[in-house]
């Protein structure tokens, strides 16, 4: 059987909260379950927070970065290791992006790289419209300092927590709630999945209903059709956020399964040119994916050797993200940084961490990772 990255991973309930969709008749865009998902994430948050399901997290990006202002010929200072749907709504609005390197210690965006540059470019008077930082893999970005900058500066700083729920900051904040808006995605592959959708969180009840506004094709209070702006078809549909309640009762659950499967990984590859993704002191990783980055010259084997053997026998493993400056349709664009994203793709691999993964198919995925280290 094949062993898979992060597939999908229902409890059993989803089939009853959807049969009700059928049941009532609401297989519209809009019902009772898409107002229950959406609490039940407003609830785990906390903080009072405003969600509004969407179709995807990159819709979600893409309402927030219009929500906060950001417009044709802006910068936006973004992770440059992110997936693409992280950067493709900056294009949609017709924005310019920044890339910026990650930080050794945690692998998520170098907050002291962004300090320094916002105070180059606030003597220049070029200061960027947002800052969109990447919680990469389940892990938090730092988002004190991140924040503080945003307020200093007067940026507007959109949370791309994607990769992150389930997860927490430093004392237990949730990610999620960071910033003038946070985007989670719930895509197949996530810890919790709706089949596909994606959600904005924002304490700004302004921002929140605007994107409920926007996100059902800007309708204007009217009898008739009335538009006074252009909006889009991005609700998440009912019937998907059925799926959502049921998933949203395993989260906890889902992110203890993730976090044990990643120590079970660090106790058995634990040697010399084998290191995992840093969890700094006070973080609550969710360990989405576990992810390794292997030295040649220590382990007698690169990434792809690895990945290639998996591969052999139908495991599934993955490269880390290509880093947004090194892809074809960004050449030429600004980075800012020393290449600590671009040695992470060069060495990194994403090992199988899927919550319905068996201990027998850990031990499988070891197995055959230690031997071809032995035979190195």
């Known amino acids: 059987m094949r062993i898979w990255l992060s597939r999908p991973h229902m409890s059993g309930s989803e089939q009853s909260y959807v049969a009700q969709t059928f049941e009532n008749n609401f297989v519209a865009p809009v019902g009772p379950q898409l107002d229950a998902f959406e609490t039940s994430v407003a609830d ?5 927070m405003h969600c509004v399901a969407l179709s995807s997290g990159s819709t979600a990006l893409h309402l927030a970065l219009r929500l906060v202002g950001v417009e044709a010929g802006d910068e936006v200072w973004i992770s440059s290791m992110t997936f693409a749907g992280g950067i493709f709504p900056v294009l949609y609005m017709g924005a310019t992006p920044v890339f910026f390197d990650l930080d050794p210690a945690s692998w998520t965006v170098d907050v002291g790289l962004l300090g320094e540059e916002l105070a180059k470019a606030a003597k220049a008077g070029k200061l960027p419209k947002a800052i969109v930082p990447t919680d990469l893999y389940g892990q938090s970005v730092d988002l004190d300092p991140l924040e503080d900058l945003a307020r200093d500066y007067g940026i507007k700083l959109v949370v791309d927590s994607a990769e992150s729920l ?24 996530k810890i ?12 700004s009840k302004k921002i929140a209903d605007g994107a409920r506004f926007l996100a059902t094709q800007a309708r204007d209070p009217a009898p008739h059709y009335e538009h006074s702006t252009f909006g889009y078809n991005y ?12 998933q949203m009762e395993v989260l906890e659950d889902r992110v203890a399964t993730r976090r044990s499967i990643n120590q079970r990984y660090r106790a058995a590859l ?15 990783s969710s360990q989405w994916l576990t992810v390794i980055s292997v030295d040649p010259d220590q382990t007698g084997v690169c990434r792809e050797d690895i990945r290639l053997m998996l591969m052999e026998h139908q495991i599934e493993s993955r490269p880390v993200w290509k880093p947004m400056h090194m892809q074809p349709l960004f050449k030429g664009a600004q980075y800012v940084g020393s290449g600590v994203d671009e040695n992470l793709f060069e060495t990194g691999l994403c090992l199988p961490s899927g919550s319905d993964m068996t201990a027998g198919q850990q031990d499988e995925v070891v197995g055959r990772f230690r031997r071809l280290l032995e035979g190195a």
């Open 235 to 246: 609700r998440l549909s009912n019937v998907c956020a059925a799926i959502g309640i049921g």
């Open 44 to 48: 785990f948050l906390g903080g009072d």
């Open 192 to 203: 919790i999945t709706t089949s596909g959708g994606g959600m904005l969180v924002s304490r």
């Open 166 to 189: 389930g997860a927490a900051y430093k004392h237990g904040r949730k990610c999620g709630t960071g910033g003038d808006a946070s985007i989670l995605s719930f895509n197949g592959n």
């Open 270 to 284: 634990d040697r010399p040119g084998i290191r995992f993704m840093p969890e700094p002191a006070g973080y609550h």
